[in-house]
C-alpha cells in the first residue's frame, strides 16, 4: 500500500492503494467518482477515458503509481464546472445516449479532440473517436453533436 | 402485511390504498389484486403522500412522483412509459419525477422490459391510469368550487376553472380526490390534443448520461461494501475438482475465496469467488487462483464439429411449422428450382456494462439487491424459491441497465450474486470482467437454414421451405423439452411473411447443446431473416427478375409489408440504376416484435472490399410516442445488425469460447458508421407494433443483397467479413 495525493476535478485527495491500482478503480472506488466506466479493461472501448493534463487517457490502463507528482486529473464529473460543458450540452440537444454507459468516455474524448481540433471534420472525427465503442450505435448522433459543439464554442 | 406498519400509513390510508390497487385491475392493469397490498414498502417514507393509483403518487406538497415499471436500457421507456400517464394528467416533463420501480408486488406483472412490448402493451393501459387521477382531480376541484366538472379542465399540474379563471394545484386536490371513487371508464384525450405522445420530446435520463450521474448496477456504493470476481470454468458444464487459494489470499485487499453457485436456468455451475476489499485486490487474487476442473468430456467441443454436426442434422426431416398446398409434391415435380444452405454463428450479447449485481443478505434474513436488469419482476418472483426466503422480505433497486439486448432477461448473474452475499453476509459487489461476459454466455443460438424453392413458368414462387436446425433456448428452460412440434421461438416469423406462396412447407429440426443460450435483440428473426431473405433473392435473380418487383409480386392483397416496401422503393429510389460497382440490397421481416425494412446501398473497392454507403430504414408502428427515440432505435439496430453480419461470433476450440474482448470480439465503430435515412410508418391504426427489435432482422440480408448486386458473391454464412470479400 502506498499513500497518493491526487488533484481530480481540483480538488485535492488522498487515497491509500496498491500501486498497480489503475486509475479507473481508484477514481470509482477509492475516490467514488462514478462517472467513469469500467467496459473492457484492455484500453479497448474507451469507456474508462478521462484527462491527464488535458490529455485523453484510458484510466484502465493508468496505475495510479504512474501519474506524476501534480497531474490534473478530470472525470466527466469536473468537465464542466459550475455549468455544463458545451460539449454536453450538444449531446443532449442532439439526444446522443442511449443506454448511456459509453457517454462519459465519448465526452470525454470528444472534448480533448475539439481542444485539439476546433472544428474537425467528420474524418478527424472518425480518427479521433475510433476507440470509443458504442454498443447501442449512437456513432451518428455522435458526429452530429461534435459538430454542434464545435459551433458553440 | 410486514412493511404496512409504519406509523405514518394510517388505517384509512391503507384501505384507501386496498381499494385502490384493486381499481388499478378495474383499469385493466393485469395481475394486480388487492391482496397484493401487502407489500407497500414505498408509502414507508411518505407522510402526506396520496396514491391515486399505485403508479401515481402526489404529495400535498405537490411534488409528483409517476412510477417506470419498465427498466431503462436505452430504450427510451424512461420517457415513454412515464409519459402515457403524464400525457392524461396534464402534466409536462418538468413536473414530475420518475421513479423505477423494484418488482414490488403491488406494480403488476409488467415490471420488465423486452420482446419490444413496452409501449405497444402500456399504451392504452396506462393512458387510462394518467386519465382516471386527472377526472379525480378534476372532481376533487369541482366539489371544492361547487361547480361541475364540465367547467372544469386540467393542465401542467394544476386544475382550472375555465368560468372564473380560478385554480388549484393538484397537491391542494390531492387528499380529497383520493377519496372519490376512481373513475372505471375515464375519457382519453383525443391524440390532436396530446402535448406529449407522438412528439420528440427530450428524454429525462440524457442529462444524468451526459455528466456522470446516471446510476448504473455497477455505480452502486452500500457502506462497508465488498468486492468479489468469480472464477468460472471457461468449458462450459464442467464440474469443480479443487482449488488452492494460498496464493490468492497472500494478495492484499482478498479477504476470503468462497464456492459460488451461477444459475441459469436449469444450468448450473460452481465458480470460485475472490472476495476483497476492492475491485482490483479481487481480479488479482482471482489470477493467483489454482484452480482444477473436471470438464465432463466437454473439452472436446469445438465450432467445427458442430457445424457439421448441424449441417448433417440437415438430412433429417424436422417437425413442420407450417404446410400450405403441396410443398413436396410442387418442388419434386419442378424443374426450375433452387437450394442453399445458411450458416449463423453464436454471438455475445457485449453489452458496455458487463454483467454485475450487488446483494446484501441481512442479518435479520432480508436480502437487499441492486441490479441494472430488464426483469424487476421475476427477480422478485424466482428468488423465492431459490433462496427459501419471502418474496416481501427482498428489496430490489432497478438501475438504468448500460444496454440490455436480452441478456438482462435472464438473472443467472444476480442468483449468483445473492449465493455469494448469503455466504459471506456481506453487502457484495459482484462484477463480470468483459472476458467473463464475452466467454461465458450465455450466447445467441446459431441457426442453421437449409433453403428449397421452385420457380413457376412465370418466374413467380411456386414451392418454398425454410428448414431451421438449430439447439433451442428453451432446452436451457426446460426439464424435458418437448420435440415432436417446433420451437416457436427457433422458427421465428418464417411462416408468417405476408408473401403469397402457394407451397410451403418450413420445418424445425432440434440439435443438441449445452452451450448457454438466450435470447438476444430479435431473437432467431436476426438469424432467420438472413437466410429467408436472402434466398428470396437467390430466387429472383433465378427468375431473373428484380428483387424488390419480385417480392412486390407475392404481395397482391394490401398489407403492412406491401407499404414498407413500397416506401423503401421511394425514399431510396430503387428504379434510379446505379453505376457499376455499385450495388441495392433489399430486405422486410414480420414478427412477433413488429415489423421492418431496410435497403442498402455499397460500393466494390478495388481491394475486394465493400464499402456501406447509406442505409434506408423503414419501421411500420402504428402509432409512435417519440419519433426521436425510434430514431435513435434504428439506428442502433442498424449498428447491431451490421455488427453482427460482419463482425462478431463466438467459435469454440477446446470446449472454450476463443474471443474473449473487444479485439477478438470486434463491434461496430464510428469510422464505419454509414448515412442512415429512417422512416417511421404510422398510419394510425388499432395494433401498436414494436420499436427495439423490428429494425434489426432485415439489416443483414439487404447488406448480403446489397453486396450481391455490386459483387455477385452470394454470401450465406454470417459473419462475413467486409474487408476481403471472395
Ligand atoms: S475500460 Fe478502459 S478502454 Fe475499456
Ligand atoms: S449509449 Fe449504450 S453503449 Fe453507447
Redesign the pocket.
Known sequence: MAKYTLNINGKKTQVEAEPDTPMLWVIRDFVGLKGTKFGCGMALCGACTIHVNGQPVRSCQTPVSSLKKNSKITTIEGIGNTQLHAVQKAWIEEQV???????SG?IMSAVALLKAKPKPTDEDIDTYMSGN????G?YDRIRKAIHRAAAMV | MSSINNKNVNRRDFLRYTSLSSVALILGIPNVKASDTAVISNLSDLEEAFNLNPFVMIEKSGKITIFNQRPEM?QGTFQSIPALIAEELGLSQEQFTIKQTGGEKHFGGGQWSGGSSSVRTDYMELRKVGAAAREMLIAAAAKQWNASESECYAKDAKVFHKPSGKSLGYGDLVETASKLNVPKDPKLKDPKDFNILGKSIKRQDVPLKVSGQAVFGIDVEVPNMVYASVERCPVFASKLKDFDKTAALKIAGVEQVVEVERVFYNYKTIGVAVVAKNYWAALKGRKALKVNWDYQGHENFNSKDFSQYLRDLAKNEGVVDKSEGDFDKTFAESNNKIEAFYETPFVSHST?EAMNCTAHWKDDGKLEIWASTQVPGSVIEDLPAIFGIKAEDITLHTCFN??GFGRRLAIDFIIEAVNLAKTIKKPVKLIWTREDDTQLGPFRPPTFSAMKGALSPDGKVAAFQHKVIAPTILSFMTPKEDRTKPDGTMVEGISHQAYEIPNMKNTMVFADNHVPLLWWRSVTSSTLAFAHECFIDEMAQKAGKDPLQFRLDMLTKESDTKRVLQKLKEVSKWDMPLPKGKGRGIAQWEFFAGLGGCVFEVTKQSDNSVKIDKVFIAIDLGTVVNPDTVKSQMEGCVVMGITAATQNGITFANGKAEQSNFHNNPVMRISEMPKVEVHILAEGGKTIKGVGEPGLPPIAPALANAIFAATGIRLRKMPFDLSNLV
Do not use: L
Open positions: 445516449p442511449q443506454c448511456g454507459y459509453c457517454q465519448q465503442i458504442c454498443r447501442c449512437t | 436505452g458496455m448500460g444496454g
